[in-house]
């Protein structure tokens, strides 16, 4: 009850600068066809609004839509050497509906992507799945991002890497992603990883978190190991059993694919749930 | 009277326009009909010059829509690139104006929702869109949008589009005719802008007369800002006193002197611990409201704490600055007055008012400046920084010893009573 009321007080003053305020908002899209590239590099950075990122037609590159503040924003979209810049720069948001602004991208499912995403007070929703990702680096910071990997990788992701700030991060179906390291490093949020998918190599995930609470959703018959380090943080170890300084689920040895979790948190709650 | 010469103009152009349609008219059609021939020829050949050239492929494609802008922007897989744009009421191929397109006219329309239809369209299908667009019929302007589109997605540079839209009006009998009546509309189109160019020339003008004389209020203008400011210094003096009046009224007394001794006999380690306390203000208010969530019991707690904590420390920091106030006040009455005329005069309503007032005196003493206008102004902007300056030290202070003295309950720097005579005194019992 108390989250509604506090939703409401929110809207409500995020929707009375937005009356006060008559703002010039612009749209601007642009699309590139596949034309040869091996390889697409994709940089956002991002202040404020909705961003969202999934698989498009397989013939077109990348192709995008930015509706932003024209009196408040500068629009970046610029492709140059198989290297995407996207997003919007500058400007003092205050007083100001930044909210109903967007960036929206979506990229060719037969070019492999390297992204880095960087976003601030933004609602983010990426679809990872169908898209062939080599590497990425989300960094985010008042927001709440939904990372979803709904279909295997094609590719092998060497990296997954996300920095949250005070934000709520939940990634779904992370066993579809293929990566053989994710990285997590988070301030004050609340992060969920969830590993749901086909996985086809061994993982191993490391969490860094200062204060806040982080659950992993792991299918049953993945090997889980989870070395944790911090004594304030809580852990909620069900379904797993300690051994030295670490706690395995039972099936281990035996697990076709493993994943290995390495937590040091300060403060918060750990918890692990298993899935069906 | 700028009003009604542009409505003169646009009316004047009107009837021109009426009658050269009028005069044209038939000699139009009397060419048409000798020059049909040739006209079939020439379009024939152009037909054949059209198919030979099919459309290149686009490669990238830029799109922006704004109020006032819809532009679209592409690069052929030849490596060519132009931009079609309908902006400020004017269409443009590559910064090339080529006429008037009315902002939320018929082509303005159809351009933006061509544009619209192209953000949605996958690359490979943009460029049948783009080529089985029609502009908006009667419309000269449109017309050549769409011929400069179509020639630049043929691959020609924006020079020779250009040039095949003039080539193709002086072949086509119909469209010289066409093109007078084009030339005579961007002609009024050309009025119209002059007339736009002279009302935004009007509105500027009005708007620096009105500068102007909001400048040139005559010698007492700043006299009355002046006098402005002094009685809304008076009026937050007012409120201060009051607010401290009613707290030593009703009880308060003694935190308010617990306060006032502390921040007089450790000022500096008052200063430092407020300027501290000042910056640890936000993230102990954080902290708390998180070890609450964290502690799960503790969320009721949120209830008093979100509310409570910013109420507690508006009321440290007044309590602080009046403390400070009192202080001063003190300090001043030590210095003013001598023997028994202390016992007559001094107490803490008198300490509070002549303190506020000291410490407002800057602000005072800036406005009596600002009455001289430009010829203190520099005395004025001098006063005014103190003046902050020694606000935000009285505050500071203020919180420093609020926080020490726990509120004015356990004042640190108030000396023991402890009259050395009296116990010799006792001891001679």
């Given at each position: 009850m108390f989250d509604r009321r506090l939703i409401v007080v929110l809207a409500a003053a995020l929707a009375l600068p937005a009356a006060a305020a008559a703002q010039d908002w612009r749209t601007l899209s642009a699309s590139r066809a596949v034309?040869?590239?091996t390889l697409l590099r994709v940089e956002v950075e991002y202040a404020a609004g909705r961003f969202e990122v999934k698989p498009g037609d397989p013939g077109t590159l990348y192709r995008t839509s930015m509706r932003y503040d024209d009196d408040l924003f500068d629009p970046v979209a610029a492709f140059d050497s198989g290297l995407l810049k996207l997003g919007v720069g500058g400007g003092?948001?205050?007083?100001?509906?930044?909210?109903s602004g967007h960036l929206r991208a979506a990229f060719s499912p037969d070019v492999p992507l390297e992204l880095d995403l960087a976003f601030g007070a933004v609602d983010a929703e990426l679809e990872l799945g169908g898209l062939r990702i080599l590497e990425a680096h989300i960094a985010t910071g008042a927001s709440r991002t939904l990372l979803n990997v709904s279909e295997p990788n094609p590719e092998t992701a060497e990296r997954l890497v996300v920095e949250v700030g005070a934000a709520q991060f939940e990634a779904i179906?992370?066993?579809?992603?293929?990566?053989r390291r994710i990285e997590v490093s988070g301030g004050v949020g609340d992060v969920t990883l969830d590993f749901r998918g086909a996985p086809r190599l061994d993982t191993s995930v490391s969490v860094r978190m200062g204060l806040g609470a982080l659950t992993l959703r792991v299918p049953r018959g993945l090997g889980v190991r989870v070395v944790k380090d911090g004594f304030l943080a809580g852990f909620d170890s069900e379904g797993l059993v300690k051994r030295g300084d670490a706690f395995y689920s039972t099936d281990w040895e035996s697990a076709a694919h493993k994943l290995t979790v390495d937590i040091d948190a300060a403060f918060g709650s750990i918890k692990v749930v298993w899935i069906d | 009277m700028l009003r009604t010469a542009s409505s003169t103009v646009r009316a004047l152009a009107a009837a021109v326009f009426g009658a050269t349609l009028l005069w044209a008219g038939p000699a139009l059609a009397a060419q048409g009909a000798g020059a049909g021939q040739t006209t079939a020829v020439a379009q024939a050949g152009a037909e054949q010059a059209a198919s030979a050239d099919a459309p290149v492929n686009i490669r990238s494609s830029q799109i922006a829509l704004s109020r006032d802008e819809a532009r679209l922007q592409l690069e052929l897989a030849g490596g060519q690139e132009f931009s079609l744009a309908v902006r400020a009421g004017q269409a443009y191929l590559d910064g090339t104006s080529l006429g008037r397109a009315a902002l939320g006219g018929a082509l303005d329309r159809a351009w933006r929702e061509l544009l619209e239809q192209a953000m949605e369209t996958p690359n490979a299908d943009l460029s049948a869109l783009l080529e089985a667009w029609d502009a908006p019929s009667s419309d000269g302007v449109g017309d050549r949008l769409d011929r400069a589109l179509e020639a630049a997605l043929r691959g020609q540079t924006p020079a020779a589009a250009l040039a095949n839209i003039e080539g193709a009006a002086a072949l086509d009998p119909a469209a010289q005719g066409s093109d007078s009546v084009a030339r005579l509309l961007d002609r009024i189109n050309e009025l119209e802008s002059t007339v736009d160019e002279l009302e935004d020339r009007r509105a500027t003008v009005e708007a620096r007369s009105a500068s102007r004389s909001r400048q040139s209020r005559g010698p007492f203008h700043n006299v009355g800002d002046a006098l402005e400011g002094i009685i809304g210094l008076l009026v937050t003096m007012a409120i201060l006193v009051g607010i401290g009046f009613a707290t030593i009224f009703f009880g308060g007394r003694k935190y308010l002197e617990g306060v006032a001794d502390t921040a007089r006999r450790m000022t500096v380690r008052s200063l430092l611990v407020g300027i501290a306390g000042s910056f640890l203000v936000l993230p102990a208010f954080f902290l708390g409201i998180i070890a609450l969530v964290i502690s799960i019991?503790?969320?009721?707690?949120l209830l008093v704490w979100v509310p409570g904590f910013p109420l507690a420390v508006a009321v440290a920091i007044m309590l602080g600055y009046l403390g400070v106030a009192h202080a001063a006040g003190e300090a001043m009455a030590e210095y003013r007055f001598r023997g028994s005329e202390w016992f007559h005069r001094a107490n803490s309503y008198y300490f509070l008012v002549s303190g506020v007032g000291l410490l407002m005196s800057m602000f005072f003493a800036a406005m009596v400046a600002h009455m001289a206008g430009r010829l203190l102004s520099f005395i004025f902007g001098l006063l005014m920084f103190f003046g902050c300056a020694l606000t935000w030290a009285a505050l500071s202070v203020g919180l420093g010893a609020v926080l020490i003295s726990r509120g004015g309950t356990r004042p640190l720097g108030r000396e023991p009573v402890v009259d050395e005579g009296l116990f010799a005194e006792d001891g001679n019992v």
């Open positions: 034309d040869g590239d003092n948001i205050r007083g100001r509906d930044v909210k179906g992370l066993g579809n992603l293929h990566a | 019991v503790g969320i009721p707690g």
